[in-house]
């Protein structure tokens, strides 16, 4: 009876650790309209480094999202918006995942709420455009290592790596 339980319990352990796909390889799915556009914190967070920072998400309609939180500097992340399951999810480059509910016009996201602004703070503007009704991401959406990389030996001679 009791290696059962046991057994029970790893099973139920081992499929929660079941990992999610990289960033390159999630499907990215359209912005519900509920959830597209500049949404911000309006207060104090508990997620958020300090009180007086400030975090916002912004979604275009093709689902790139841009996380962008400030306080004393400026993070600015890259993510795209993907479903699991019922759950709609925004995954960033570096591969996090945080949920994401809307209602009552109120976002729940990473722990925090977020109401709809009318458009991003100065400081994440810098990393935006805002063209034909969307926001367009000013890297241009690249996300990929570049394909040679060079360095300096310790000779001083440089020397380029290219990628197999």
């Given at each position: 009876m009791?290696?059962?339980?046991?057994?029970?319990?790893?099973?139920?352990?081992?499929?929660?650790?079941?990992?999610?796909?990289?960033?390159?390889?999630?499907?990215?799915?359209?912005?519900?309209?509920?959830?597209?556009?500049?949404?911000?914190?309006?207060?104090?967070?508990?997620?958020?480094?300090?009180?007086?920072?400030?975090?916002?998400?912004?979604?275009?309609?093709?689902?790139?999202?841009?996380?962008?939180r400030?306080?004393?500097?400026?993070?600015?992340?890259?993510?795209?918006?993907?479903?699991?399951g019922?759950?709609?999810?925004n995954?960033?480059?570096?591969?996090?995942?945080?949920?994401?509910?809307?209602?009552?016009?109120?976002?729940?996201?990473?722990?925090?709420?977020?109401?709809?602004?009318?458009?991003?703070?100065?400081?994440?503007?810098?990393?935006?455009?805002?063209?034909?009704?969307?926001?367009?991401?000013?890297?241009?959406?690249?996300?990929?290592?570049?394909a040679?990389?060079?360095?300096?030996?310790?000779?001083?001679?440089?020397?380029?790596?290219?990628?197999?």
């Amino acid at each position: 009876m009791i290696k059962n339980i046991v057994t029970g319990l790893a099973v139920i352990t081992l499929i929660g650790c079941a990992g999610y796909a990289d960033y390159s390889s999630v499907a990215q799915t359209p912005a519900p309209a509920d959830v597209a556009g500049v949404w911000m914190s309006d207060g104090p967070q508990k997620r958020l480094a300090s009180p007086e920072a400030i975090a916002s998400l912004i979604v275009n309609r093709a689902g790139d999202t841009l996380d962008c939180r400030q306080w004393q500097s400026t993070i600015a992340r890259r993510g795209k918006l993907t479903w699991r399951g019922e759950q709609l999810y925004n995954v960033n480059v570096k591969n996090e995942y945080r949920d994401i509910t809307v209602a009552n016009g109120v976002m729940s996201y990473d722990g925090m709420k977020l109401r709809r602004a009318a458009k991003p703070t100065v400081e994440c503007q810098a990393h935006v455009v805002y063209a034909n009704g969307d926001y367009v991401f000013a890297d241009g959406g690249s996300v990929q290592p570049p394909a040679v990389k060079s360095h300096k030996k310790a000779s001083g001679v440089q020397r380029k790596d290219k990628k197999n």
